[in-house]
Nanobody, 122 residues
Framework: VQLVESGGGLVQAGGSLRLSCAASGRTFSYVMGWFRQAPGKEREFVAAISWSGGVIYYADSVKGRFTVSRDNDKNTVYLQMNSLKPEDTAVYYC?????????????????WGQGTLVTVSS
């Protein structure tokens, strides 16, 4: 499985961006997650979505502002980010895994993209 993120960039605080993650290879039944890593900080969970889209989790820091979705026909996962804050500045990574528990657990994800940089200016 290969994952390629896109959609990052520079945006002013309060603005919006939509990240995409295109998957190649067999991803049937995979959970897809978004993580981020700010400079000097550890990678952290942002959001995750089950294969059906019926189970979704968000980090508290992005609830109400970010929306994760997926289009299995296109093998693509999205992260719509609204009301962006400077503290959202980070490299955002897409990840994929099997299983149905602990969606926020970084160690359980098997495949990772290369990341896309999001910079939010104040």
């Amino acid at each position: 499985v290969q994952l390629v993120e896109s959609g990052g960039g520079l945006v002013q605080a309060g603005g919006s961006l939509r990240l995409s993650c295109a998957a190649s290879g067999r991803t049937f039944s995979y959970v897809m997650g978004w993580f981020r890593q700010a400079p000097g900080k550890e990678r952290e969970f942002v959001a995750a979505i089950s294969w059906s889209g019926g189970v979704i989790y968000y980090a508290d820091s992005v609830k109400g502002r970010f929306t994760v979705s997926r289009d299995n026909d296109k093998n693509t996962v999205y992260l719509q980010m609204n009301s962006l804050k400077p503290e959202d500045t980070a490299v955002y990574y897409c990840a994929a895994r099997r299983g149905s528990r602990d969606y926020a657990a970084i160690a359980l994800y098997d495949y990772w993209g290369q990341g896309t940089l999001v910079t939010v200016s104040s």
